[in-house]
């Protein structure tokens, strides 16, 4: 092999070509303390240098550090487009890096936390690196000081296995400095020499130490590691300007905090477009808002609550949340005019007389002006004074909405039939209380110790004295019918529900009593065993059951509630055991807060959770049956009535067509073409369409894509896809290809193994290194390593054997790519990175079928040898004791990176030697080396060399 200097961080800057080859493979090598570094481990270590110093001097803790590497202190891009494009995607990294920084963290020996959890960990390896941001240290280090939550990197450096002596020396002279134990010398002393900090930043963390205490405690549900970036968009307010309808709005905050980089954003609420944010030269951002008042943004009236999303235009998610419009659980809101503020409880909270409100009730409530309150007299007709009445309309979500104008009916109130459901509390007033004689009454359910899903039947069982009568029953905001059964227990109908967006596992039951002459209400909250998931879809939330279809865009931009059970297998479990799963790639550890999951990949692999990840006992909790990347393409319409022989295409964003964008149609037929798209009306609320004029040798698509300079932006295919592709004619070569490029999703059940397996086995060789190693369609690009995309490889030759024509095939396309050789080491280093099981498939029948009867055993296992010293990246002429110690260091450090002992990664290599050989795993160890394949960079170059081993032994 052929050894190079170590690359200089000047050539980070030069391209895609020095990213991929630096990254993508071991193409180049040099050797230092007589071991061989990869160029991919070279280029990590630089890029994890950039990434520490650039987020510790522009980063803050809570944020990802993304966007401060991708932008220097003047807001300017530092990697030239086709780079950026090869690092990151959707404003996060691409595996390429992910694994190349992993590489130089495993190979440097430093502190990290690659692979522990899911893509998560990634950024939280980097901020490991340098412990504390300088934004962090100005706003909240006197925080961290005073005994609150510290961010996480702090935590795992100040105790734990990765926990650092010079940084606990550190925390320890600011902390004491803080609490006056230690003079101001002894502290800048420790800064000046401490490696933790910048020499620059010495006066600056003094005065953070002496700030004033100034701690706020934090809003419910929000984080508090790190810095606390405030939600794009305020609490909404109702704006009732009568005769003028009502509307929510919300006021938009200008983002200043470091954690943008993108050009420009759009503001999507309820998946709609309200606003765009463009990046401004000083860095900062302005908003152009569609409707309403500047820096207002009117919010969707039809739902309780409404997703929103700030998405760049590289599609990153820079922020997603929701917003509360009201309370569905509530029979009543109430809000104050004309601030339009959400009173937090209307049962509890006073209401002025003089002041304004509006009023959301239940449909089945009706309002009630002059009926006297419960133990008050009638007043007197020709003593009460003129009041003006309220006003009803219809309201948002069903609902009624009443205003009460200043002066209103102070005996107001809400009844359900007979019964009373609310009345305004009068300042000076105390809420009345339960009755004494409504103690006896309890709450309970049918199968009370059954697991229970959103949207299921109940049916509630309600315990009281016999002199006590249920008059109403009230969840979720409407009454539900009841029998009485027996004198002390009464039934309601199976209707009521947990509502899939409720924020607590129990449901809020409210009861009308009555005794004798005596009337009064009860509130009941019942507990229950919720285990589930929901995402929500705009403004609805939707059950997950596992057996729908779901996009990556869907995943990324509505956050999904979970409800994990507390318990499994007679054993308490905790959420920092389940994981997050699609197929066999782990994405991460799921939040018991909703959030949406930006690092699925979307090829048509099912999204479950389940414990573990290893070890599992199978999957708990089914989200999605497959993720499919629609990408910018939402739907394709063909022959348009007023012009027969043209395609429709609607896009997910306002996309003007220019002479960089081409609508790629690949035809059953086998051709492709590169059309020409125009913009045509019709598009609203950040959408648009485009259409374009078809050939007349086009027949039906098997595929459309909206390509930019070449790049897959979005992709559209019918549902029957997987059989045209069986009846597919022409050259595998390019088809295989298009199928890599328009990211189709192998995995879909009806798609693999039957229709993708036999399409691959016709031409393996071919198919496997156009999908690994070969280079996109003319006029087309791709990322090297597109995300996820491996994982469908894997699974499509899991169990081919190959022979020799394929193994031909692949060095043929090899060739063209590298300058390694001889060539079957850059196979083997290639194949390594999709699935080790396969390279020593083909390093097998290579060394079978060719190299051993070509050169006789003798030179075959001196080949094999060198092979395996190329695979440890050793150099020529290394002794085996340098190769045992290697392989010994590459199972602890798979260890560490997976959280468990040596022996655990023993028995996965042997695991995976055994499915080498023949061996049928169990599903449960087949479901480990799946992941720890997928996720584990040094566990792959372990599991390469013990197959090689096992290839020696066949040739004996």
Known sequence: MRAR?????????????????????????????????????????LLLLLASEATRRGGAEGELPWPAVRRDEHGQFRFRPDSDYELFVNGRPTRLLREALEAAAQRLHLRHAFSADGVAEVAASVFLQFGLTRHGCLTRLHHWLDGHEVPDAFERLLRGPLESESFKEL????????????????????????????????????????????????????????????????????????????RFVSRLRVPTDPGLAAESYRLLVAGRRRAILHRQPDGSYHADTQEGPPGEVTLPLFAPEVSVALVGDDGEVAQDFTLTLWNAEDDVTVYHLPDGRRLADPHAEPLGPGESYAVLAAADLSLQPGVPREGEAPAEPARQEPRPPPLGIPGPGGNQLFLLPPGWPADAKLVAGEQVVWAPLLPGTEPPPEPDW????????????????????????????????????????????????????????????????????????????ARGEETGRAVRTL?????????????????????????????????????????????????????????????GRPSPLPRSLPTVTGIGAPLTIRYGPYNSFGDELPLAREVRDQGLLRDVSLDSPSNPRSARLELADEVVPSERHRVVWWDASGQRHDLTPVAISGGSDGMSWWEVRLPEAVTRPLAVAVADRGRRRGAWYPHDWPEALSQLPGRITEAAAMMRWLRLPLLQERSLPLVVLSFALKEPGTVLAAWVTGGPPQGLAWRQEEEGWLSGVRAVFRDWQPDLVAVDALLDVIEEHTRISPLMVALALDLMRV??????????????????????????????????????????????????????????????????????????????????????????????????IDMVVPFRRALALAVLDAVAHSMV
């Open 171 to 246: 925390y320890a002279h600011l902390y004491h400095f803080r609490h006056q134990n230690i003079p101001e010398e002894q502290l800048r002393l420790c800064l000046s020499t401490n490696p933790w900090v910048l020499p620059a930043w010495e006066n600056e963390l003094v005065l953070c130490c002496m700030k004033p205490d100034d701690w706020t405690p934090p809003l419910p549900g929000e984080a508090v590691s790190g810095s606390r970036r405030a939600p794009l968009l305020e609490q909404p307010v109702l704006r009732w300007d009568a005769p003028a309808g009502p």
């Open 835 to 932: 699935d080790p099981l396969l390279m020593g498939r083909v390093v097998r029948c290579y060394m079978q079928e060719h190299h051993q009867k070509k050169h006789g055993d003798k030179a075959a296992k001196m080949f094999l040898q060198q092979m395996t010293f190329d695979i440890a990246e050793l150099r020529a002429g290394a002794s085996r004791q340098l190769l045992r110690e290697y392989r010994t260091a590459l199972v602890h450090d798979c260890a560490t990176a997976m959280r468990v002992k040596d022996s655990v990664v023993r028995e996965l290599l042997n695991s995976g030697v055994s499915a080498f050989n023949g061996t049928t795993l169990e599903a449960a160890q087949r479901a480990n080396l799946d992941l720890v």
């Open 527 to 587: 507990d229950l065993a919720v285990v589930g998931a929901a995402r929500l879809d705009a403004s609805v939330w939707v059950p997950l059951q596992g057996d729908d279809a779901l996009t990556a865009e869907q995943c990324r931009q509505s956050p999904v509630r979970l409800w994990l059970p507390p318990r499994r297998h007679g054993r308490a479990i905790a959420w920092t055991e389940w994981a997050l799963v699609e197929g066999d790639e782990w994405l």
């Open 438 to 513: 409504a103690a006896g009454v309890t709450l309970t359910r049918r199968g009370a110790s059954g697991e229970v899903a959103p949207g299921d039947a109940l049916q509630l069982i309600i315990n009281h004295p016999p002199e006590i009568t249920i008059q109403s029953v009230r969840v979720n905001g409407h009454g539900v019918a009841f029998t009485r059964t027996t004198d002390t227990r009464t039934l309601t109908t199976k209707t009521v529900t947990f509502d899939a967006g409720a924020p607590e596992p129990r449901l809020v039951v409210r009861l009308g009593l």
């Open 5 to 45: 200097p170590f690359p200089r961080p000047r050539r980070l800057s030069r391209g895609r070509g020095r990213i991929e080859a630096t990254c993508g493979t071991s193409w180049d090598q040099f050797e230092a303390d007589r071991f061989l570094f990869s160029s991919r481990e070279a280029i990590g270590w």
